[in-house]
């Protein structure tokens, strides 16, 4: 059997990375995105090549139909048939009430976290699906914790934007079980990362992680185990699950 290839949306820093570092070393060929940050996406790809696995980076706004078209042809092109895809891309924009919130940013967020989670799936399920000639595959969608916490005086909008991934899940998953596809979803704490850059607040997961009750924030390698997991044949029973990575929180 030939390695099974595995694509991650925002593969080139934070979860997406760690992810990405963790499925080569389980045997997978691994393609990630980048949206600016060539740099970055370079760096895993090398680490990647340099531990024997294969890689390859390609910029995709997640958010932006033509680039999810042009991403999921060039992994066929130049990789073959797609067996798992993590939704991981997502972002944040900086903390405020939803009273000071306008338009652009609701689409922004809704665009880039919500629309792009649903443009990867599709292309996903249309190439996995039994139905559609595929041999199955899982999707593994990175949400939040903030779905059910609702981020107040932060960002509601992002925390929406997550719990439209965890229906999306919930309703993916039972729409496609029997196409030999399964889809949950990671639901991440204060995790040490660089999103908490575009919230304005880099410290963000110290000032916060009193309110854990591990008392402690998370590793993007914690979250990247998970989902792993739940890519794996490990977890051949599990779909339509939200499955917390918190630290209790
Ligand atoms: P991060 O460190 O900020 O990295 C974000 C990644 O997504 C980067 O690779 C970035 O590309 C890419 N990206 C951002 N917007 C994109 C777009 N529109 N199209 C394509 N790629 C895009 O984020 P992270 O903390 O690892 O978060 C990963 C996922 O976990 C997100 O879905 C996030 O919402 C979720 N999450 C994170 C936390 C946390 O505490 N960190 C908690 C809960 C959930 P560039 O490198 O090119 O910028």
């Not at 067996?83 to 665009?111: C, I, P, S, T, Y």
């Not at 989902?227 to 044949?233: E, N, P, Q, R």
């Amino acid at each position: 059997m030939s390695k099974p290839i595995m694509l991650i949306t925002g593969g080139s820093r934070g979860i997406g990375a760690a992810t990405a570092l963790g499925a080569a070393a389980r045997g997978y060929r691994v393609a990630i995105t980048y949206l600016g940050n060539v740099a970055a996406a370079n760096e895993i790809v090398q680490k990647i090549q340099q531990g024997g696995g294969e890689a390859i980076a390609i910029q995709a706004d997640v958010g932006i139909e033509a680039d999810v078209l042009r991403l999921f042809k060039t992994v066929d092109e130049k990789m073959g048939v797609l067996h798992a895809l993590v939704n991981n891309a997502g972002m944040l924009e900086k903390k405020m009430r939803l009273d000071q919130m306008d338009l652009g940013r609701w689409q922004r967020v809704l665009n880039a976290n919500v629309i792009g989670s649903f443009l990867c799936a599709r292309e996903a399920v249309l190439r996995m699906s039994t139905k559609h000639g595929g041999i199955g595959g899982v999707i593994v969608n990175l949400s939040s914790a903030a779905s059910r916490l609702g981020s107040p005086n932060e960002f509601i909008d992002y925390a929406a934007a997550k719990g439209a991934v965890d229906s999306m899940t919930i309703g993916l998953a039972k729409e496609v079980a029997i196409e030999g596809i399964r889809v949950n979803a990671v639901r991440p704490g204060l995790i040490y990362t660089d999103i908490h850059i575009s919230a304005g607040e880099p410290g963000r997961v110290d000032r916060a992680k009193a309110g854990v009750p591990m008392q402690r924030g998370g590793s993007a390698e914690e979250v990247a185990e998970t989902v792993l997991w739940l890519a794996s044949d490990e977890s051949s029973y599990v779909t339509g699950t939200l499955l917390d990575v918190t630290g209790g929180r």
